[in-house]
């Protein structure tokens, strides 16, 4: 039977709900109110009466998104690097983790001391530059790829995984059984792992979906550009129409068009990422706790 709660302890109850209360309306309302103006006249928001409902329900913003051929292509483009970049990450970041996580890998602590040197210095953005273009990688989509194929902060998570979540005995049990290293691999520890993997496929995959910068820096064809550059140059046009001011007839028609754009394609950009989360959910949370607790 559970003890009556004191006094005290209802007190501090009521104020840990209502400080989550209070950072759930504060993280969430951005949302609401971006998904809110999407659907919304632009004059409406722009005059700063849209609040937590549409007025003046209008579908502009997805209209002229559907008719950009080029949002679509940067659309179709960020879910192919997306797709590739997260297998990739994954494929390297399992081929780097199960080695590490052996105790019969010899030198394995060495090894991981000099991977995670690397994370306090970096060769800087000059001769990065200078590597993507000598390796011939220029306006291609290896170019935001290849660089960060791996990320030794995930290597870490994932090696502490397979370390305290996997029990070492198996791995000596499929080894008496004959089984290689990579069968070992493939047909024990991989399907083991599905909480690590979950949290892997949504770390990389929101990295990849919501870059920008390599792909400012290394692409020059439009016809290869993300759709997040696409985002990025209807935000700086709003911004610089906005400073100019509001003219002629059509200049005012241009300024609400792309307001209307502006919140629909934010919506649609975030729009695969909020419908993944709740698939990876329960694993997520699993893998979240990786090394929190050891038996």
Sequence with gaps: MNQQQSTGDKLFDWAVHAALALICVIVLYPLVFVLVASFSSPEAVMRGEVWLWPKNVTLVGYQKIFQNSEILSGYMNTILYTLVGTAINLVMSVAAAYPLSRKDFYGRNVIAAMMVFTMFFSGGMVPTYLLVKNLGMLNTMWALIIPGAVSVYNILIMRTFFQSGIPYEMQEAAAIDGCSNLSTLARIVLPLSMPIIAVMILFYSVGHWNAYF?????????????????????????QMQEMLGIG??????????????????????????????????????????????KG
């Design 214 to 238: 390599s792909a400012l820096m290394y692409l020059t064809d439009r016809d290869k550009y993300p759709l997040q550059l696409f985002l990025r140059e209807i935000l700086i046009q709003g």
């Design 248 to 293: 002629d007839d059509s200049h005012a028609r241009s300024v609400m068009e792309g307001e209307a754009i502006k919140y629909a394609v934010v919506i649609v950009a975030n729009l695969p990422v909020l419908l993944l989360y709740p698939f990876l959910q329960k694993y997520f949370v699993k893998g979240v706790m990786i090394g929190a607790i």
